[in-house]
């Protein structure tokens, strides 16, 4: 018998990742491993999560009101909304008109995550929800900038999984309601993410400045050659 060491490779191809969404959301979840069995655990749960919404939301809120730089966003004037708005961020509370808009909208999301039927109109809608926030994305008048993003996602994937934990049911199911909540959320940030790598968002990197020639550069490396050297010596 021969014995081969050849593995089956899936082929990716990188453009198509950047051009077709329905095939960047198959391969993301593939690699993941969120498949049917996840959706179905997520709509079966749908009637013990969809209770805990208003509260997830408001905590979500609450968060993003304790610092000025993600409540500031909630002053502009968000798409659809044409009632009235604080002028400042102090003036903004969270039972304002425009809050409870917004809060209206999360609630719709988050509802739609454990209802919705993972079709292509829906990952459309989940790529609209993270274009949303960003000029890169088409935003004229938003740019929330991918560090309150990230941080929002993995407080809502806290407090989401903390609720789960504490439902009174078995723990293979909690389990399972877990591991899918975990997944789908890791799914959306990529979308997120999309709209964000190689933008002007970028880190920027840290070039030497101007009193740094090249001599005392090439000084400092030698230097730190020769010490490198020595210490693998005593080792
Ligand atoms: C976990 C990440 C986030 C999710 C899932 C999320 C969800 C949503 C949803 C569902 C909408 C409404 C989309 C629609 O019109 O159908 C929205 C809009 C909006 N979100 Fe977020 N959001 C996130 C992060 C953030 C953060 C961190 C901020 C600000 C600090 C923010 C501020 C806004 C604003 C200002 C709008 C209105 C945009 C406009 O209408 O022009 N979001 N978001």
């Known amino acids: 018998m021969q014995i081969t060491n050849k593995k089956r490779m899936e082929h990716i191809d990188a453009q198509l990742l950047k051009t077709d ?3 960047r959301f ?6 993941m491993g969120f498949n049917e069995e996840d959706i179905k655990v997520l709509h079966d749960a749908a009637p013990i999560i969809a209770p805990l919404v208003p509260v997830v939301v408001d905590t979500v809120y609450k968060k993003l009101h304790s610092f000025d730089i993600t409540w500031k966003f909630f002053i502009e004037r968000n798409e659809g909304f044409h009632g009235k ?4 961020v102090d ?10 808009f917004r809060k209206n909208m999360l609630s719709k999301y988050l509802t739609k995550l454990v209802t919705a039927q993972y079709d292509a109109k829906f990952v459309k809608y989940l790529d609209l929800v993270a274009k949303i926030h960003t000029p890169a994305g088409g935003n004229k008048s938003i740019n929330v ?16 999984l903390n609720a789960v934990c504490g439902l009174d049911c078995d723990m293979e ?6 591991r899918a909540v975990n997944k789908l959320l890791w799914v959306q ?5 999309r709209w964000y ?14 009193s740094f020639t090249g001599i005392q550069v090439g000084v400092a490396s030698a230097i730190a050659t020769v010490v490198g050297a020595l210490f693998a010596t005593l080792l």
Do not use: R, W
């Open 26 to 31: 198959q391969y993301v979840c593939k690699f």
């Open 145 to 160: 900038e991918y560090i309150h993003v990230n941080a929002l996602m993995g407080y809502v994937e806290d407090i989401l």
């Open 85 to 88: 708005l604080a002028s400042s």
């Open 21 to 23: 969404i329905m095939y």
């Open 189 to 193: 940030n990529d979308l997120f993410g």
């Open 197 to 210: 790598c190689e933008t002007k968002d970028a880190p920027v990197l840290v070039k030497p400045t101007k």
């Open 91 to 100: 003036q903004l509370g969270e039972d304002d008109e425009a809050i409870h």
């Open 173 to 178: 199911t909690k389990t399972k309601v877990i």
